[in-house]
């Protein structure tokens, strides 16, 4: 049996799925704390894992184009999802979801600014949650690592290591390693597309 796609539900059921996607985003923004790495493996779960919504490889597509984009990873990769699942409203959405826990959050700290700094509980509590974050960013790493690993694709392999020597032992900026890898992959398509054209 065909697999009904977003575009051939029907309008009640996609909005259920407009409402678990706000609900969905409005979870993981709360507890996204470390920065917008963090969310990556809380996408996974929820949209792969959870819903079913899409599998592994599209969420490795949508999560390059998030990280590529200028902006918060966490709400660029709402954004994706958003428009993958329900087009413009879905991005609608999950942008709302993902942007209230942070606006709430940082208004309530800035009003309370000067206790939360002197707090030595909000301290132990800061420093716990970096150890968890810490934690949590390896896994991604592990997990997105392994699925290149995984396509036995020894080219990506490559660009993957030399990525990552040239990002944490020579401090070469993560905006031009992404613009270099994006030009190959580019001009790798390319070329892999005129060999099929004459073959």
Not at 136 to 149: E, F, P
Not at 178 to 189: D, E, N, Q
């Amino acid at each position: 049996m065909k697999e009904t796609t977003v575009k051939e539900r029907k309008p009640e059921n996609q909005k259920h799925i407009l409402t678990t996607l706000f609900f969905a985003t409005l979870y993981l923004s709360t507890f996204t704390f470390g920065g917008g790495y963090v969310i990556v493996t809380l996408l996974k779960d929820k949209f792969v894992d959870h819903y079913h919504w899409i599998d592994e490889e599209e969420m490795l597509d949508l999560v390059a184009i998030a990280q590529s984009s200028p902006g918060a990873i966490a709400v660029n990769g709402a954004i994706v999802i958003g428009y993958k699942l329900c087009k413009i409203p879905g991005v609608l959405v999950s942008v709302l979801g993902a942007v209230i826990p942070p606006m709430v959050i940082l208004s309530l700290v800035s009003v309370f600014y000067d206790a939360f700094r002197t707090n030595p509980y909000i301290a132990a509590l800061l420093g716990g949650m970096k150890a968890g974050v810490g934690a949590v960013i390896a896994s991604v790493v592990y997990d997105m690592g392994g699925n290149v690993v995984k396509t036995k694709d020894w080219v990506n392999i490559v660009i993957m290591l030399v990525s990552f020597c040239a990002s944490y032992f020579f401090g070469m900026n993560v905006v031009l390693i992404i613009i270099a890898v994006a030009v190959f992959g580019l001009l790798r398509t390319v070329l892999e597309e005129k060999r099929r054209t004459k073959g």
